[in-house]
């Protein structure tokens, strides 16, 4: 905020020293001091006008209420989103494991200020917020007073189920309080200039259907695709699966369903579970988090991810 008043304030006192140099005698000093100071003034207005959008792009409360989620904390559900709140792990923990605690994110070399994921246990303040709230914070990427969420990857997390939203939601409440300071998201001038030109979307999803099912679970292709659909694969690995972008800010995977095709399941399930793949090749596990997702899926569910991999190679040798 104090950034964007300094940049439109000297913006203007630039557009005054243009008019100012205008009134000068000597034709030179003239010419080059007002289209210098003119420049100078249109560029920093430019710059502050865009930080300010994107700070409306943060702060301006979103119009959407929270659902009415419930979750009703059963021993089975809080078991199931234990399994889930693994893919939290990469980024909500200070240990790389479960509970939640919460944690600076330094791996994001962009200079865009302080970008912290919260502590998500009963150390931190979700206590204070509403089940249908936290549930809103993971689908549509919006915080409890209706500002935007940065990085949470809500892009892939909308595709969750209100069942497994309730689980997890009934996961988190469950964790032990851990007393972790983790400081309060806050970007910088730099962040909201980036925010403001589109370069650094925020978490918001704009058309998240209100109720949202799962198909029936099982080792089934449409579960498979619902199971890779939230987990993020599709951001390393390509929204189609056939190799990430090389230019992304992300890890680069390779093409998933020609290489997987070729595996049998029980290979597939072992690789994920060990690392190690059918070649003997050790998965860089800093690259692709295979042990997290070890302990997100059961067999099954790798099974599904297998069959629904399958058959999208088995569309691709069609095409
Ligand atoms: C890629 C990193 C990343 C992953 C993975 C991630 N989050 Fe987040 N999350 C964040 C960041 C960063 C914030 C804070 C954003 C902000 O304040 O602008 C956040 C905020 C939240 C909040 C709001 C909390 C608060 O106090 O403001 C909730 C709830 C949340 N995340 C839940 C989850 C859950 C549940 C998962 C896993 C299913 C998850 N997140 C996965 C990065 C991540
Ligand atoms: C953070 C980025 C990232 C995410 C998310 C991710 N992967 Fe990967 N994945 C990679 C990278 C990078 C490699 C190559 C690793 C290597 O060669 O060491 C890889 C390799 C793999 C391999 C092994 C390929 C081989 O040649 O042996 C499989 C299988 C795989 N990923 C499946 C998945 C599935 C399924 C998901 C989602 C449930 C997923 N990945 C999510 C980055 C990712």
Not at 20 to 34: D, H, I, Q, Y
Not at 229 to 252: A, Q, T
């Amino acid at each position: 905020m104090i950034g964007i008043l300094i940049t439109i304030t000297v913006g203007l006192l630039f557009s005054l020293l243009a008019l100012r140099v205008r009134r000068s005698e000597r034709a030179l000093f003239k010419w080059a001091g007002s289209i210098l100071s003119g420049l100078l003034a249109v560029v920093l207005f430019l710059l502050g006008g865009i930080a300010l959008v994107g700070l409306i792009r943060i702060e301006a409360p979103a119009a959407r209420p929270a659902s009415n989620l419930q979750a009703n904390h059963s021993p089975e559900q809080i078991a199931r989103g234990e399994r889930l709140a693994h893919l939290c792990t990469t980024c909500h923990s200070s240990t790389g494991d479960l509970p939640l605690d919460g944690t600076v994110l330094n791996f994001i070399e962009a200079p865009f200020g302080t970008i912290a994921a919260p502590n998500l246990t009963a150390g931190g303040n979700l206590d204070q917020w509403t089940d249908g709230e936290i549930g809103r914070a993971i689908r549509e990427g919006i915080g409890r007073d209706g500002n935007a969420l940065v990085i949470m990857p809500s892009q892939y997390l909308r595709h969750l189920s209100d069942q497994d939203v309730e689980a997890l939601v009934a996961y988190l409440r469950s964790q032990p309080a851990v007393e972790h300071e983790v400081p309060e998201t806050r970007l910088n001038f730099l962040g909201l200039v980036a925010v403001g030109t589109g370069l650094f979307p925020t978490a918001v999803q704009s058309d998240v259907p209100e109720s949202t099912g799962a198909p029936p679970a099982g080792p089934t292709v449409d579960y498979g695709e619902y199971l890779v659909n939230f987990s993020m694969c599709r951001d390393c690995h390509g929204v189609n699966l056939m190799g990430g972008d090389p230019e992304g800010f992300v890890p680069v995977g390779p093409p998933l369903p020609p290489l997987v095709a070729a595996w049998s399941a029980e290979e597939f399930i072992t690789t994920i579970r060990t690392g190690v793949d059918p070649d003997g090749q050790l998965l860089d596990g800093e690259q692709m988090p295979w042990a997290t997702y070890s302990a997100t899926f059961t067999d099954d569910e790798l099974l599904a991810i297998y069959e629904y991999l399958r058959v999208l190679a088995a569309e691709g040798s069609v095409e």
